[in-house]
Structure formats: C-alpha cells, structure tokens
C-alpha cells in the first residue's frame, strides 16, 4: 500500500522589530505551499501572545525560563519540517538559528532576501536562495 505523506514547510523569518508586520510574510508563504500540498509549521501562531502582550520583557534577562521555552518549540517544529523557508528581509538572530540548526538536522532550507549582501554562513546554510516571493512556488515545487 502506498501512503502520500504530506510534507511540511517551516516559516521563518524575523519577528523582532517586525511585530506588528508578521501577516504579509507569513500568508504568502502559507498560500503558496498550501497550493502546492505542503503543510504549514508557523510558529508565530504560537509565539504571537509572548511578543503582543509582552514586548517589554523581550529587554529583561530575568526571563530565561519563558525565552528557553519559545526556543524548545521553534526547535521541536525544526524537526518535525522536510523544509524551511527562511524570509530575511533584514537579519534576524532567530531565523538565522533556526536555519542552521535545520540545515545540521538534513532539512532544506530556502531563504528568500533581496539583501544586497549576504553572509557566507547563510549562502553555505541555504539550499536556494530567492530574491523574491515571485520565485517561490516554482522554488518549493522542486522539494515536492
């Protein structure tokens, strides 16, 4: 008997600073890999609380407990994804994080930035890398 098992994409990119700008990113991704049968790993849905009720916190190192936890799960949904893609349209600590322990994990990882420059550690940690959303269905329809 043969089994179609889906196959989920992680979506990654800077939340800090960008709070309030998280929809755009996230529900093109989203589109995009629903329309080509993928399943969604978003961990803003889950984080979305910490970050709007809590923003001040984000400064106070006495929050280590709450921080370890939010980084478990973004962890746990690394592993649980065949793919990540990472939207840097700025740097961002966590997304590069989640890329490279994704990476050192066997996942593929796409990274969509139009930054002019870009480190080696995220060309080396990337399997493609796109300049823009327009690119990524045809980008994730290879990974299918």
């Not at 089994?3 to 994409?9: A, E, G, I, Q, R």
């Not at 093109?28 to 049968?37: E, F, N, P």
């Not at 979305?48 to 106070?60: A, F, G």
Request: hydrophobic share 35%; glycine share 4%; charged share 30%.
């Amino acid at each position: 008997m043969c089994v179609n098992m889906k196959k989920y994409v992680f979506i990654s990119g800077p939340i800090l600073g960008m709070e309030n700008n998280q929809d755009y990113y996230r529900n093109t991704i989203t589109v995009i890999s629903q329309k080509l049968g993928f399943e969604i790993i978003d961990p803003w849905k889950r984080e979305k609380c910490d970050y709007e009720n809590n923003v001040d916190r984000h400064n106070n190192t006495d929050d280590r407990k709450d921080f370890n936890r939010i980084i478990q799960c973004d962890l746990a949904d690394a592993d649980r994804c065949d793919i990540m893609v990472v939207y840097l349209p700025k740097l961002s600590a966590g997304a590069c994080m989640e890329m490279f322990y994704a990476k050192r994990k066997g996942k593929k990882i796409i990274v969509i930035s139009d930054m002019p420059k870009l480190s080696p550690w995220i060309k080396v940690h990337c399997d493609v890398l796109i300049t823009n959303f327009d690119m990524l269905e045809e980008t994730l329809s290879r990974f299918k």
